[in-house]
């Protein structure tokens, strides 16, 4: 199953657009250094260490220095609890569209 207080985290993590925003463009690449992401983003260098802050903590990404840069890159499996939450919940759709699959049938013959 699947530990709320992970989901929680994730969910919070990612509600922020600009951390959003952040977290999209680590996924875009293979690996990005903060300088790159303050680079058009419209926000100061500050912010983006402490989006990627909290990105880290909450598990979707992993960072790696080398000399005075740290490059950033996404994390997959910190995504695992907000996918395993919501697969609980495909249950639920995956009836609901039987249920219509049939009405539309006795509708529509």
């Given at each position: 199953?699947?530990?709320?207080?992970?989901?929680?985290?994730v969910l919070?993590?990612?509600?922020?657009?600009?951390?959003?925003?952040?977290?999209?463009?680590?996924?875009?690449?293979?690996?990005i250094?903060?300088?790159?992401?303050?680079r058009?983003s419209?926000?100061?260098?500050?912010?983006?260490?402490?989006h990627?802050?909290?990105?880290?903590?909450?598990?979707?990404?992993?960072?790696?220095?080398?000399?005075?840069n740290?490059?950033?890159?996404?994390?997959?499996?910190?995504?695992?609890?907000?996918?395993?939450?919501?697969?609980?919940?495909?249950?639920?759709?995956?009836?609901?569209?039987?249920?219509?699959?049939?009405?539309?049938?006795?509708?529509?013959?």
């Amino acid at each position: 199953m699947f530990e709320a207080t992970h989901i929680t985290t994730v969910l919070r993590t990612l509600a922020d657009p600009t951390r959003r925003a952040v977290f999209e463009r680590v996924v875009g690449c293979d690996e990005i250094s903060v300088v790159e992401l303050t680079r058009g983003s419209g926000v100061t260098q500050g912010a983006i260490s402490q989006h990627l802050k909290s990105l880290k903590q909450a598990g979707l990404v992993v960072e790696r220095p080398e000399g005075r840069n740290v490059y950033y890159r996404a994390r997959p499996e910190g995504l695992e609890p907000l996918a395993d939450w919501m697969s609980h919940y495909g249950v639920f759709w995956r009836d609901r569209f039987a249920n219509l699959r049939t009405l539309l049938k006795e509708i529509d013959p």
